[in-house]
Structure formats: C-alpha cells, structure tokens
C-alpha cells in the first residue's frame, strides 16, 4: 500500500481502507488491521440493525424460501448431518427446516462456544432433548449430546461478499472452526444464510478468513 504524500499536512484520510485491494491478501499491517476492525465493527451495527428492523410477515416468507432453496441446493437427507444454529438478533429461523430434515433421514447439530477465540465444536442435536445456557446465553445441546462434525454448515451471515466471504459477530468463530477442520483434512460444505441487503462489495477480507462455499440470500 503506498502511502499519501500529504500524511503529515493534515490531508489524509481518516482510513485507507479504500486503497486496498480486496483480492491480494499479503502480510497484515497494524493500521490495515485497525482500519478493517473499526469498519467491520460500523457494517455489523448497520446490517444487524437492518435485519432486526425486517417485520414479521416478511421475514416468514424469506425464512421459508431460504428453507426451499437448501432443500433443493442439499437433496437427499438421509444420513447427513447438517449444522445449524439458534438464531437471534434477527437471523433467519431455520429450526422447522431443521426438523424437516430430520424428519427425512437428515441429522442435525448445533454450535457451541467452548471458549472466546477457540474454534466452535458442533454437538448432535436430535430435536428432543432439553436445550442447555452456553456462552452469551445461547442455547446449546447438553454435554451428554455428543460432538459430532457436520458434512454441512449452515452458516447465518451478518455480511455476505462478492468473494463469499462472510461477515459474523467479530468473534471469528467460524473461521477459527474451518480452519480447524481442514487441518484435519475435512471440508464441510459450508453455506452461508441471510437477506438480500446483507450482500456487500467486500468485506476487506483477511489472511485469516475463510471463504464460504455459497450461501442463500433470500428477497425481503
Ligand atoms: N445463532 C448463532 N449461533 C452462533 C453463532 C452465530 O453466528 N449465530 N456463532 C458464530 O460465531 C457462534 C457464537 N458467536 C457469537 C459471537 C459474538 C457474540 C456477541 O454477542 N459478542 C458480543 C461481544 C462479546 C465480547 O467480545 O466479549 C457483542 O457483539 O456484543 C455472540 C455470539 C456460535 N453460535
Ligand atoms: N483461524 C484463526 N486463527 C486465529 N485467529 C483468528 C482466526 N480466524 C479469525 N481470527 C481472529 O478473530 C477475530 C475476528 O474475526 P472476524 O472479524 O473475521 O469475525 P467474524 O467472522 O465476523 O465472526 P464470527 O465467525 O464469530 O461470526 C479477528 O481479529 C481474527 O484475528
């Protein structure tokens, strides 16, 4: 990245993000990972914001096409396991999807926080048993489930771009957790979900982020 000429006559910028090129991911600098942080931080509030602002009706027809379309993008169920997840703030409901896919021969599993800066571990879940409290309350299958690892993730995004690359919380979970997998040499097929307006342009992806395979962005 070359730097302006004027950096020290008070012309510069407030962040050089926009000289950065998306498509060449070299060594990180302090001040690219300050500037990536701080507007990953802004885009999460505007996009979670957006997505809790989506009324009710709308979002049950989004999450039943979201539903549709994994049906027909995943066919058949029988013995595969599929992770899932809990959602809040605004997420879409795949949890009748989830039962669907059992009810058709499909397994299912949900994430959980084993610790902050780990990767994610995936515990079975059969629809039936009682949910536990984890980590920032949300629910998870108890420690009797056991660990499983799904052959699909369905991944809920905050930010979907053009290199389906994916935008979370910022707790880099999901990266952390592929990362881990294909150092074992698994690859789940990791399919991001959400709406329409949650795809960018770029989400100035980093060594450390790991590009979904695809993902079903639903009209809202
Ligand atoms: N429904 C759902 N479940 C999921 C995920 C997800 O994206 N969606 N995750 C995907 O990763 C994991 C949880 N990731 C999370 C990451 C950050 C925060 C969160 O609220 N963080 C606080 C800051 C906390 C801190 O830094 O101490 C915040 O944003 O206010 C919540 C969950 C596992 N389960
Ligand atoms: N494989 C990894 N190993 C170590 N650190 C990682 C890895 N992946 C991500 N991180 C760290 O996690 C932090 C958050 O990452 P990022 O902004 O990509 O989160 P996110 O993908 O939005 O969140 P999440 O996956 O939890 O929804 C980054 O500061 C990064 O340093």
Redesign the pocket.
Known sequence: MTKPDDEESGGTPPCFLHELDPAISGIPDEET?RDV?RW?KAE?ARLIGARQAVPVAARAVADAAIAAELTRRIGDAKGRMAALYWPFKGEPDLRGWASAWRAVGGRTCLPVVVQK?APLIFRDWTGAERLERGVWNIPIPPETAPEVVPEIVISPV?GFDDGNY???????????TL??LRAKGLRPRVIGVGFAFQRIPTIYP?P???ALDEAVLAEV
């Open positions: 990972e942080a990953r999460r800066a905050v994916r935008l979370g919380y910022g707790g880099g979970f999901y990266d952390r990362a881990g980093q450390y982020d790991i």
